[in-house]
């Protein structure tokens, strides 16, 4: 009962918000845009299938780059005419990322938002912080299992999207990549920002880069780190080979120390079992 009270509480809001909605959209269900107030969305179609069935106000895209793909081709695509508020989320933001009651307590916001739940934090990987939000380590951990291209890890992408001093030992983001966000927040970077940012991202559906942007988003929008000088002029292609070689050689640097590592460990175990058969 309370399931069903919260959707049709959602159906109501879903028609009478002025919020835009983009919706990235691969495998999840988006039967939920429908009530959305005058067609006041637009889905970028990651799926490979016609939805014809449900909207026609979508746009195929190419499966790359996760969510933050779709988001940054709205971004760049109505940077001089954006919405006043824009609501950027997944299809299945309902309940995997955020659960139905408390999308609901959030959505009729006009500021930034994360639109999330609170995590279970786990000292010191992540923190427990006042606001109920997530907060991790700053140590790459995800990056051994992703394709790296441009940054072997998030230092590197921070270094080079931002005019920093200094790297953060802690990240503020919003797990799966879901805001309400206020066109003054993406006017805080240039176009060109979100042009050279999608560059990064756009050469696998699983591109570590697409992790050390999501990390990034809040400092994006809602932050007041500088943007780079280089991201806010034209990265060539000779720029991006040189960001490629030097990932590829920071990442064969990171093999042979882990190599050495796990020779060292299987010579002191050999040792040890020696040591003890022998006694």
């Given amino acids: 009962m309370i399931k069903n009270n919260a959707e049709k509480n959602l159906n109501k809001i879903l028609k009478n918000i002025n919020h835009f909605f983009c919706i990235s959209h691969f495998n999840g269900d988006i039967s939920w845009v429908k009530n959305i107030k005058n067609k006041n969305y637009i889905i970028y179609n990651k799926s490979g299938k016609d939805i014809n069935h449900i909207t026609d106000n979508y746009i195929s895209i190419k499966n790359v780059g996760y969510n933050i793909y779709s988001y940054l081709k709205f971004i760049i695509s109505n940077y001089d005419d954006l919405p006043k508020v824009t609501v950027f989320c997944k299809d299945n933001i309902f309940t995997r990322h955020i659960s139905t009651e408390m999308f609901l307590k959030l959505i009729k916001r006009k500021c930034f938002t ?152 299987i010579t002191k175990l050999m040792n040890l079992l020696y040591k003890i058969m022998k006694f």
Avoid at 143 to 171: G, Q, T
Avoid at 232 to 242: A, M
């Fill in 114 to 265: 994360n639109l999330e739940i609170a995590k279970q934090n786990i000292f010191p990987i992540n923190l427990n912080v006042s606001d109920n939000s997530y907060v991790e380590i700053n140590n790459s951990w995800y990056k051994f299992d992703l394709p790296r291209k441009y940054f072997s890890e998030y230092n590197d992408f921070y270094s080079f999207v931002f005019k920093c001093d200094n790297f953060p030992d802690f990240i503020r983001f919003s797990p799966g990549a879901n805001f309400i966000v206020p066109k003054e927040n993406i006017l805080l970077r240039s176009k060109k920002f979100y042009e050279n940012l999608i560059m990064f991202i756009d050469y696998s559906k699983l591109s570590c880069e697409s992790h050390f942007l999501e990390r990034s988003l809040v400092t994006i929008l809602n932050s007041n780190v500088e943007s780079s000088y280089s991201m806010d002029h034209e990265i060539t292609k000779s720029d991006l080979i040189l960001l490629e070689k030097c990932c590829k050689s920071k990442i064969l640097k990171e093999y042979k120390v882990f190599r050495k590592f796990k020779n060292f460990i």
